[in-house]
């Protein structure tokens, strides 16, 4: 079975930093599509930040220049990098995985992604 494990969560102040990690087991790390995606209290879950397989990122425009995805195939695993935090960061985040290529569909459509984490809880203060 596929297993995606979020970890890095936390309370932090304002401004201050983050660094998720999803753990990707039964699951060839990076073969498609991965992407982090966030529910804040009283929203819909959105897309963060995603990466493809060659290495190409996508982001947010609320997260550019603070947040950066990365990914590293020998650890089978994701990372979001997380900076300049804000109130409005609050949510929980989600690793997803094997997201495939439909045309028409943006990097940040969940239905693109076979395989979700259970999700961290970030609260910034």
């Given at each position: 079975?596929?297993?995606?494990?979020?970890?890095?969560?936390?309370?932090?102040?304002?401004?201050?930093?983050?660094?998720?990690?999803?753990?990707?087991?039964?699951?060839?790390?990076?073969?498609?599509?991965?992407?982090?995606?966030?529910k804040a209290p009283g929203k819909e879950r959105e897309g963060v930040a995603a990466i493809e397989r060659a290495g190409n990122t996508a982001s947010a425009d609320?997260?550019?220049?603070?947040?950066?995805?990365?990914?590293?195939?020998?650890?089978?695993?994701?990372?979001?990098?997380?900076?300049?935090?804000?109130?409005?960061?609050?949510?929980?985040?989600?690793?997803?995985?094997?997201?495939?290529?439909?045309?028409?569909?943006?990097?940040?459509?969940?239905?693109?992604?076979?395989?979700?984490?259970?999700?961290?809880?970030?609260?910034?203060?």
């Amino acid at each position: 079975d596929v297993q995606l494990v979020e970890s890095g969560g936390g309370s932090v102040q304002a401004g201050g930093s983050l660094r998720l990690s999803c753990a990707a087991s039964g699951y060839i790390c990076c073969r498609n599509d991965m992407g982090w995606f966030r529910k804040a209290p009283g929203k819909e879950r959105e897309g963060v930040a995603a990466i493809e397989r060659a290495g190409n990122t996508a982001s947010a425009d609320f997260v550019k220049g603070r947040f950066t995805i990365s990914k590293d195939k020998a650890k089978n695993t994701l990372y979001l990098q997380m900076t300049s935090l804000k109130p409005e960061d609050t949510g929980i985040y989600y690793c997803a995985a094997d997201g495939r290529k439909i045309d028409g569909a943006r990097w940040n459509a969940e239905f693109r992604y076979s395989y979700w984490g259970q999700g961290t809880q970030v609260t910034v203060s």
